[in-house]
């Protein structure tokens, strides 16, 4: 399958910033219709995705948006940030990357969407699996998919969060390098006060999504931890299943919805 993800791709997608909040995410996701946000950050680069999902599994919303908030909910939603509920460092592809490339990336990984980037990783588009759905129904419609045994829920998870993690500590190691060299240049290289103030801006950019981006990291060391001691997907409060969607948008966490709302209203 040659066909390139540029033809069926979700141009011009709608996006946010990490320090939206989850009530910011949910409504505009009931304003536009879609259930994924590409998370942006300096000069429209891709940092992060959120889903419906997350914002589901972890603040107990509805599954889709579809309808306006409630006063409590809307409460519990403000409290989280995006950058708190979003996958960090998400698998991308390039404008050019085949369709076949793009499913096997999607099924592999389980993903809902693949944000669609330039060469500087700025945001292009955006591929859904309601698009995937679209292109396999155009190009594929005389072809049969191979089928294939599905992995492990639990362990394909795993696997997940150890890619991210990875990415996440990546991605870190290169902020700090960043933000080495531009305090070395502060003190260094005399600047005017626009320089000055335009070069702090980038260190403090750099400090909000380094500070994210550890806490994502923490989070993912429990969960990893949790699943070595083998007890990720069991709940310490009732004993009872924690869902792969809610371990995925909040890795750490050792309660399932219904603890963790018996928690809040207590």
Not at 190 to 198: L, T
Request: net charge negative.
């Amino acid at each position: 399958m040659q066909t390139s993800v540029k033809e069926f791709m979700s141009g011009d997608p709608v996006s946010i910033a990490p320090s939206a909040s989850a009530l910011d995410a949910y409504e505009a996701m009931l304003r536009h219709g879609i259930r994924h946000l590409p998370v942006l950050g300096p000069d429209a680069r891709v940092i992060g995705v959120l889903t419906a999902d997350d914002l589901a599994a972890a603040l107990a919303l509805p599954l889709r948006p579809r309808r306006a908030l409630e006063a409590g909910e809307r409460r519990a939603a403000l409290e989280w940030c995006v950058g708190e509920l979003m996958t960090h460092v998400p698998e991308t592809l390039h404008r050019d990357a085949t369709l076949a490339e793009a499913a096997e990336r999607m099924a592999e990984g389980r993903f809902g969407c693949l944000p669609i980037v330039d060469e500087t990783g700025r945001l292009e588009g955006l591929l859904s699996e309601t698009d995937l759905l679209h292109a396999f129904a155009n190009v594929l419609s005389s072809q049969s998919l191979r089928d294939r045994g599905k992995p492990d829920a639990l362990a394909g998870l795993v696997t997940q969060l150890e890619r991210e993690r990875s990415r996440i500590a990546e991605r870190l190691d290169r902020y700090h390098a960043v933000e080495r060299d531009l305090s070395s240049d502060l003190r260094e290289r005399p600047m005017d006060m626009p320089e000055r103030s335009s070069e702090l801006s980038e260190v403090q950019l750099t400090e909000a999504l380094d500070a994210l981006a550890a806490r994502r990291l923490d989070a993912l060391d429990r969960a990893l931890d949790h699943a070595a001691q083998g007890r990720l997907s069991r709940c310490d409060g009732c004993g009872g299943p924690i869902s792969l969607p809610r371990l995925r948008a909040l890795p750490g966490t050792t309660q399932c919805i219904d603890c963790a709302r018996t928690g809040e209203s207590r």
